[in-house]
């Protein structure tokens, strides 16, 4: 099993690397607005084995769930780990994000109690536009278009 905690200032480093790597930089676009995740809360898995941040105003929302390493529990735990953080700041929902491409996310959240809220025909093109390194496919190879929204209860 792994540890837990919340992100340090010594993390940022890893962080940005990750993001970088995996997520075109720092700067997700979050239905049409530009967000600065390394401005935001966020819980670390283990030795680095995962990330998930997350915002609660105006609303909370996980913005970025990211392991490492698959099928190890990893996003499961971060993902519980925040859930019970944001129950004890007295959050009633959280959503979540994704996009049409990634039936894996998709999967794994409505496994975890997410129901489908919304979906956002072509938010992926227009956040494109703002953002070019975000990839034409996905997943796959499915062209990467639409956000679907997720919310859960908490």
């Known amino acids: 099993m792994f540890v837990i905690r919340p992100k340090e200032r010594s993390d940022d480093e890893w962080l940005k690397a990750i993001l970088g790597k995996f997520w075109g930089g720092a700067e997700l676009i979050v239905?049409?607005?530009?967000?600065?995740?390394?401005?935001?809360?966020?819980l670390i898995a283990g030795e680095y084995d995962g990330v998930a941040i997350f915002r609660?105003?105006?609303?909370?929302?996980l913005l970025?769930?990211?392991?490492?390493?698959?099928e190890r529990?990893?996003?499961t735990a971060l993902l519980e780990a925040?859930?019970?953080?944001?129950?004890?700041?007295g959050a009633t929902e959280l959503r979540v994000m994704t996009t049409n491409d990634?039936?894996?996310?998709?999967?794994?959240?409505?496994?975890?109690?997410f129901r489908l809220k919304e979906l956002r025909a072509g938010a992926v093109d227009?956040?494109?536009?703002?953002?070019?390194?975000?990839?034409?496919?996905?997943?796959?190879e499915i062209p990467m278009r639409d956000e679907i929204e997720l919310i859960a209860s908490l």
Not at 31 to 42: D, Q, S, T, W
Not at 64 to 70: E, I, S, V, Y
Not at 132 to 140: E, H, K, L, N, R
């Open 56 to 61: 609660e105003e105006p609303a909370a929302e």
């Open 126 to 140: 227009e956040a494109r536009r703002r953002k070019p390194q975000i990839p034409f496919y996905g997943a796959d």
């Open 31 to 42: 239905r049409g607005a530009a967000v600065n995740v390394l401005e935001k809360p966020a």
């Open 102 to 113: 990634n039936l894996r996310a998709l999967r794994f959240y409505q496994r975890r109690g």
């Open 64 to 70: 970025l769930l990211h392991a490492l390493r698959a």
């Open 82 to 89: 925040v859930i019970a953080l944001l129950r004890e700041r």
């Open 73 to 75: 529990g990893i996003g």
